[in-house]
Structures are given as structure tokens and as C-alpha cells.
């Protein structure tokens, strides 16, 4: 009798530590900063692109969101991306 109730603090004892090693590693993931990570400073191809070619670059609100036009030199005023993709395709 006194050896199945030592047998069953043991087992007792051996699930405990058991869970304890196995949850551990999972609420410590659970517990670390879940911040996004920093965008790196990379400059728009597009926007220096427009700046080589020697333009200007406004940033336009529209319903949409944000979108860049880049001023040339000789008047023409055109959507940053559609003139770096004219030139990079």
C-alpha cells in the first residue's frame, strides 16, 4: 500500500516537471515583444529616378492614398512610377 502511494508521488512529480519543461519554451515565445520590426530607409527607385533625370517630385492625396509626379525640365509632368518603368523595361 505504501509503495503504489510513493509510486503515484513519483509519477505525480514526473508529470509536473515533465509539463513544466515542455510549456515553458511556449509561454516564454508567447511572452516576447511582438513589435513590427523597423522598414529599412530605402529611397523610392521611382522618386530618384525622376531627381536624376532632373525633376521635381510632388506628392499628391488622392482618394487612393499617396501618388508621386515627377515635374521634368521641359513641362511634362508624369507619374513617378510610369516614367521609371518606361525607362526599366
Not at 487612393?64 to 513617378?80: I, N, P, S, T, W
Amino acid at each position: 500500500m505504501i509503495r503504489l502511494h510513493q509510486l503515484k508521488s513519483r509519477c505525480f512529480f514526473c508529470v509536473i516537471a515533465l509539463s513544466s519543461v515542455c510549456l515553458t519554451p511556449l509561454l516564454a515565445g508567447c511572452s516576447q515583444d511582438q513589435r513590427p520590426a523597423k522598414a529599412a530607409n530605402m529611397a523610392n527607385p521611382a522618386s530618384v529616378y525622376c531627381k536624376e533625370q532632373g525633376g521635381k517630385l510632388e506628392i499628391r492625396h488622392e482618394k487612393d492614398g499617396e501618388v508621386g509626379y515627377c515635374h521634368l525640365a521641359y513641362g511634362r509632368v508624369v507619374e513617378e512610377w510610369v516614367l521609371y518603368r518606361a525607362a526599366h523595361h
